[in-house]
């Protein structure tokens, strides 16, 4: 087993480069079974998650080869979905994607439950309502879904909670109904639903309302390869790492900054953070634009009176564990309410073991007063956002602190203590 040591309350400065997005990269790796022909993937994170993603497809069949650091070349001409790696489902929560893309593909598929982060109950109901809303015959046993697809005609439906997966699942298993139209209702818009479509769209997929609530899909019968798409880059890091130097009261330049996240940026200046915005620019001829972020220290951060997570464009839930540890060095008591997940807040008693006076009010609810002077600690890594998040407390907090395990934070995060040791942290990785 792997830990992080770290020491805290060093000073940071200096610039920091948001990687390719966790989330956009999962499910544009696993769109690429739609197509026969190679496709070319820039800017994928070289995390643990996108490993096992590769290692899925492999096991179908396909090819899947980094052409550089970065860029990975992937090949999917004769897939076999039964030959498919059944362990690696049961770690990866994001292995559910390839539900739709399987459906698209070979019009049946039988998959075990997938597994991933232990936050709460998380269910597969929205992902299964919208395939049988697609015609799709849907049979559980135990611990297994077989899913086959049947001849359909144009279908109107409403999602049952805007489930970002789910969203991107029935939008994999609609694009290549040829001839079919498909209104897909309470579609979840996120950075990553968004970065899906623009993929999809690149091998000649016909979607339209990307970015709103309500999507349109016109089927078509093939898709053609795409030699050059690059993934955006992580909102949820570019926050997280807002979060981290606003804790930190430094100045950090956070380049690549995707304009995604305005209800976060909202409550980082009703927390007194002080930032600036430059450089506002297109990424790599996207359909969405970039900046570099610059904070300053502040003086005094002040408590908001409430965060929650909401759909897109509201608060992002993975976010409120990071925005946690910074309102314990707020002055004042702020509400955090993750209504999604009910084993979110269990990072909550790893702060407090930090020295945090975070009161936790049931499940999905918890007061955080502060500020409150942090020290360090041996604390527990459940997954991969509050891993995050504790990193950020580790380093505002006196002392060292232990962080543990590693592999949870690496499978979201690329590199992530060897890049902010170069702002000046001190972490080290050791054994245990």
Known sequence: MIGFRIEGQRPLGGEITVSGSKNSALKILAATLLTSEPCIIQN???????????????SLGAKAVWSDSHTVRVEAKAINPANISRDIIGRLRASVILMGALLARSDEVSLPGP???????????????????LGVEVVETTGTYKLRARPRGDLDFTMPEFSVTATENAILASVLSSGNQTIIRCAAADPSVQDLCWFLQSLGAQISGVGLHTL??????????????????????????????????????????PIFLYSELQKFREANVNFAMLDR???????????????????????VRRVHGMPYPGFHDDLLPPFTVLLTQATGTSLVHDWMYE????????????????????????????PRSLYGSHITNYDIRTGASLFIAAIV?????????????????EALDQRLNRLGAKIERYEF
């Open 343 to 370: 084993g979110r807040l269990k990072f909550v008693e790893e702060l407090n073991k930090m020295g945090a006076d975070i009161f936790i009010s049931d499940p999905h609810r918890c007061l955080v007063t502060g």
């Open 115 to 133: 597994g991933g982060d232990q936050i709460g109950a998380r269910p597969l109901d929205a992902h299964l309502t919208a395939f049988r809303a």
């Open 397 to 413: 907090a006196s002392g060292t602190s232990t962080v543990a395990p590693a592999y949870q934070l690496d499978r979201g995060y």
């Open 216 to 257: 349109t899909i016109r089927g078509v019968a093939t898709l053609h390869p795409t030699i050059d798409y690059t993934v955006m880059p992580d909102p949820v890091e570019a926050g997280t790492l807002l979060c981290l130097a606003a804790a930190a009261r430094s100045e950090v330049r956070i380049k690549n900054f």
């Open 44 to 58: 994928v994170p070289r995390i643990e998650d996108v490993f096992r993603l590769l290692e899925l497809l492999e």
């Open 281 to 303: 620019r297109s990424f790599h001829g996207s359909s969405y634009e970039v900046v570099d972020i610059v904070t300053h220290p502040t003086t005094e951060l002040r408590a």
